[in-house]
């Protein structure tokens, strides 16, 4: 059975996807940066609270990363982690630059130390563009972020270009 661990399973995608994997077959961990104290009210409402296995993490602490990894063990991360508002980072760069790029730079390297087999997804963003000139943007438009979240995701999707061709890393954007 495949073991799949989500970052950021608290929130309504990393709830769905979790429901997504268990129906798939996967053994499914989620981490919270506080799981004893988190409702996790997204998973209940989707009556899979009891089928997930939950653990505490804290994505800009490399050490708990690489913990939770060693712990869980899984097959394939997700990550979803991390915050999630364009107008707050503006309010939190620090915070938003952290817990984007710090906490994906984290788990890329906590992948590496323990052998580069764990297959990794990161969730990105459209933001990254920037604005298009009500263009439609492609694989060949480039990055022009404008907000701190923007630059955030923006580097956490070249972390993982760059991990994936200098450590031949499983790992996608």
């Known amino acids: 059975m495949k073991k799949a661990l989500i970052c950021g399973i608290s929130g309504q995608d990393g709830a769905y996807l ?4 268990l129906d798939r077959g996967y053994e499914v961990c989620g981490t919270s940066r506080d799981a004893q104290m988190s409702s996790f009210g ?7 609270r009891d089928r997930v296995k939950l653990e505490s993490m804290s994505l800009n602490d490399f050490r708990s990363v690489l913990q939770v990894l060693a712990k869980i063990a899984p097959d394939e991360v997700y990550n979803l982690a991390g915050q999630s508002s364009v107008a707050l980072s503006f309010e939190q760069p620090v915070e ?29 963003s459209s933001e990254c ?11 060949n438009t480039p990055f022009r972020p404008r907000s701190p979240y923007a ?14 061709e200098a450590y031949n890393l499983f790992a996608c954007s």
């Open 42 to 48: 997204n998973l209940a409402r989707l009556g899979i």
């Open 96 to 124: 938003t630059l952290e817990s984007i790029a710090t906490g994906t730079l984290n788990l890329l390297e906590a992948i590496r130390f323990a052998g580069g087999k764990i297959k990794l997804y990161n969730a990105s």
């Open 129 to 139: 563009f920037g604005d298009t000139g009500g263009c439609a943007a492609d694989e």
């Open 18 to 21: 979790a429901k997504l994997l």
């Open 151 to 164: 630059v955030a995701k923006a580097t956490a999707f070249w972390e993982v270009a760059n991990y994936r």
